[in-house]
């Protein structure tokens, strides 16, 4: 399985990855050749609408696909250890020690007729073998100690539906923080959540990461949750990648049409309290039948701009003008960067 990587590597690395799936209507290509990377104690935000290949992203990091149906190909390293095509028991042994997930919704996420605290009890022995009962049972006290719930000896023994839905999300981290992974995905992880319990979870993130030093990879819509907790941000549509830089530079300094729209979507702290939200036109394309060229053009009032490269040439990332900042247009850098600064495309969210 390879030797882990040097303290220094990114401790998860993505090369070039492809999802599809085959269906009666044709091949979905669901990711198409994206590639990051991210440091422990670092987090990288994934934006972008519904199917824009977010989730299907991280369930192949996690390898959950069902092979039958799926092909993934092109590069995952968690480790030092290279995923794609390994068996999928060398997988599963990673799954929860090294990489572990928190997803969108914990009521369909637990097992209603077993404890919270059995399920998170039965997390731990799964890695941990010899650990008998008594001392998993004392793991999950402790981890459910940990995330903020009062009285945990008494929680653990309560059923997913005599917790509220927050104190549900703090049972799903506490489940997927039992073995320290150094790896977690959080998938959505206060969508449903109101915004104060929304704020005490990213903050409960942030504490766990600086003491357990994860790498975490946030999939989320929430451009203002990005701006909280990011280091670094990638932006997806229609299964590609289309920027990429820390958050200070896609929130504050965008260099791409999508992600002006995003941004114009929501509602700004420094900008017009009268001014109204400017939607996307449109909605995202089929990924059974992406346009030709640039797969946004069709919503991009620049892509007239260009040529005819944006409807006949798929745009590669390449530097945005800043070190380590990457955007995927066929729009001069410097014509993007004179369209920002004259007001034409948003200013950006504040973190």
């Known amino acids: 399985m390879g030797e882990p ?69 092109g590069g995952i390293s968690v480790g030092g250890r290279q995923l794609v095509g390994l068996p999928e028991e060398d997988v599963r042994r990673l799954r929860g020690r090294d990489v572990a997930m928190i997803f969108q919704d914990p009521l369909s996420a637990l097992h209603p007729y077993y404890t919270v605290g059995r399920q998170i009890a039965e997390a731990y022995r799964v890695h941990h073998r010899r650990a008998g009962r008594r ?6 006290v402790d981890m459910l100690g940990r995330v903020g719930i009062p009285q945990p000896e008494r929680r653990y023994d309560q059923y997913p539906h005599e917790f509220s839905g927050g104190m549900r999300q703090r049972a799903m981290i506490a489940m997927a923080l039992v073995n320290d992974p150094a790896l977690l995905i959080a998938d959505e992880p206060t969508t449903a959540l109101d915004v104060t319990v929304q704020a005490q979870i990213l903050d409960l993130l942030a504490d766990l990461q600086a003491e357990f030093r994860s790498a975490i990879i946030l999939i989320t819509h929430d451009l203002g949750v990005v701006g909280q907790v990011a280091d670094e941000v990638l932006v997806m549509y229609a299964g590609r990648a289309v920027e990429h830089g820390s958050a200070e530079q896609v ?9 002006w729209g995003l941004l114009s979507s929501v509602p700004s ?75 034409v495309a948003p200013t950006g969210a504040a973190r």
């Open 135 to 140: 001392e998993a049972r004392r793991r999950a």
């Open 269 to 343: 702290l420094h900008g017009d309290a009268d001014a109204d939200l400017v939607p996307i036109p449109g909605n995202p394309p089929s990924l059974i039948d992406l346009p030709p060229g640039c797969a946004f053009h069709p919503r991009c009032r620049y892509a007239d701009r260009t040529g005819g490269r944006s409807h006949a040439e798929v745009p590669a990332l390449a530097p945005a003008g800043e070190p380590g900042h990457l955007a995927a247009c066929h729009l001069p850098a410097d014509e993007r960067a004179r369209l920002h600064a004259a007001g």
């Open 251 to 259: 929130l504050r300094r965008p260099r791409h049409p999508y992600t």
């Open 5 to 73: 990587a040097p303290a220094s590597d990114p401790y998860l690395r993505v090369d070039d990855l492809r999802v599809r799936f085959d269906t009666a209507d044709g091949t979905v290509r669901a990711v198409d050749g994206v590639s990051f990377a991210v440091e422990r104690g670092r987090t990288l935000a994934v934006v972008g609408e519904s199917g824009s290949g977010k989730s299907v992203t991280s369930l192949a990091i996690l390898g959950l696909h069902d092979p039958r149906r799926t092909t993934v190909t």
